[in-house]
């Protein structure tokens, strides 16, 4: 099953533009991550937040989170070309370290 | 240094030819998992494991098994591939299910073709 969704699906910026990305999940969480992925290689993290946190802050990465409403969004500022990928937002619910991926937003930043 | 080392990278393969996906871990991680990624379908969780000889399905279970006969390694077995299951797929580990806020570290994946 999703747990989250992601919007939107692809991104098409300018170099120095900032990137927003959003996504939604359905159930209660114990947190949210953000992964990365280049074309066809594996996932890497960028940034947790917890269930309790609202906003974090990692370089050029802020991650808000809004458990009412059940989203998040990631921001990327001032983006570089090398920002290229594919970005996804997983959930981690219950106490199996299960996560829950969702179809990712693939971003494409222009030099 | 801290990995996640799945083999082979690339495997084409024949209906039918058992096959095995290799995943080890140097992290002494306790929990692993497979998963695949389809286009417009996202990463699916196929099979995971909480701790040795702890094994339990994911979302996509059918046509695969798995073991952990030791903690750091976690293969995936195809008894009988069928061309559905070409796919691209990941092994990731966390340090443990009783730490809930760990980040997950994937390996590079494999890229299977069965014809």
């Known amino acids: 099953s999703q747990q989250g969704e992601e919007d939107p699906q692809a991104l098409s910026i300018q170099e120095g533009e900032n990137a927003t990305m959003n996504c939604s999940y359905k159930?209660?969480?114990?947190?949210l991550q953000w992964y990365r992925q280049n074309s066809g290689r594996g996932l890497v993290h960028l940034i947790l937040?917890?269930?309790?946190?609202r906003e974090k802050h990692s370089g050029r990465l802020r991650v808000t989170l809004d458990t009412s409403k059940k989203s998040s969004s990631l921001l990327i500022t001032a983006s570089r070309a090398a920002d290229t990928a594919s970005y996804f937002c997983?959930?981690?619910?219950?106490?199996?370290?299960?996560?829950?991926f969702g179809q990712g937003t693939t971003l494409q930043v222009k030099p | 240094e801290a990995q996640v080392t799945q083999n082979p990278r690339y495997l084409i393969t024949v209906t039918g030819k058992k096959l095995t996906v290799t995943c080890s871990q140097n992290?002494?991680?306790?929990?692993m998992s497979w998963y695949r990624q389809d286009p417009g379908l996202g990463l699916r969780q196929i099979y995971y494991?909480?701790?040795?000889?702890?094994?339990d399905k994911g979302d996509v279970p059918e046509g695969y098994k798995v073991s952990r006969k030791e903690k750091r390694n976690f293969p995936l077995i195809l008894e009988s591939p069928s061309p559905n299951q070409t796919s691209l797929y990941f092994c990731?580990?966390?340090?443990?299910?009783?730490?809930?806020?760990?980040?997950?570290?994937f390996g590079q994946g494999t890229r299977l073709t069965v014809v």
């Open positions: 997983a959930t981690s619910a219950g106490n199996t370290g299960k996560l829950i």
């Open positions: 159930t209660s969480i114990n947190n």
């Open positions: 937040i917890r269930s309790n946190e």
């Open positions: 992290m002494n991680h306790e929990y």
């Open positions: 494991s909480m701790n040795v000889e702890v094994t």
């Open positions: 990731a580990s966390s340090l443990s299910r009783g730490k809930r806020d760990t980040e997950a570290f």
